[in-house]
């Protein structure tokens, strides 16, 4: 059997760059058990509430939905348990420190399979204000209007 090549995503979270501005990524493995894995081959994941926190020199993620698998047996895996990240030493103390400031924290942004590996794409994020929210919102609305405009002069100029 050849071994898996190349990226597959899972599960995103869309809400994320919205709520949050986004500093700084990492990648991460996960310890999983044999039925999430399965679940998530089958594309099946939530990020929403997920967060991931530093406790006693260990990453740990929470809040991740991940079903359970339908034809697993009497040892499938809760669909919102805590799991272990897979970080080096000096990542974790970077992100501790990071997280330590006040306002920052670690948010799961994007959850994938790497040449077969399960991993996530950590962020250390700042909470964005309401009024900052509409502000990117408004922007984005303006840019799209001007772009929208400036299409259509070029084909009524053509």
Do not use: C
């Not at 984005?140 to 209007?145: A, I, S």
């Amino acid at each position: 059997m050849p071994k898996e090549q190349g990226k597959k995503v899972v599960a995103t979270n869309r809400k994320a760059r919205h709520d949050y501005l986004i500093e700084d990524t990492v990648e991460a493995g996960l310890v999983l058990s044999g039925t999430e894995v399965k679940a998530l081959r089958m594309g099946r994941a939530s990020l929403v509430d997920g967060y991931a926190h530093i406790d006693r020199g260990e990453a740990w993620l929470e809040g991740v939905h991940i079903p359970e698998y339908f034809q697993g047996t009497w040892n499938n895996h809760a669909p919102r348990r805590t799991r272990k990240l897979l970080l080096h030493k000096r990542q974790i103390e970077k992100l501790h420190l990071k997280t330590k400031q006040g306002g920052y924290t670690l948010i799961p942004l994007s959850l994938y399979f790497s040449d077969g590996r399960a991993k996530v794409e950590l962020a250390t994020a700042k909470g964005k204000k309401e009024y900052d929210k509409r502000h990117a919102l408004r922007e984005r609305q303006d840019k799209r209007e001007a772009e929208r405009a400036m299409s259509l002069r070029r084909r009524l100029g053509d």
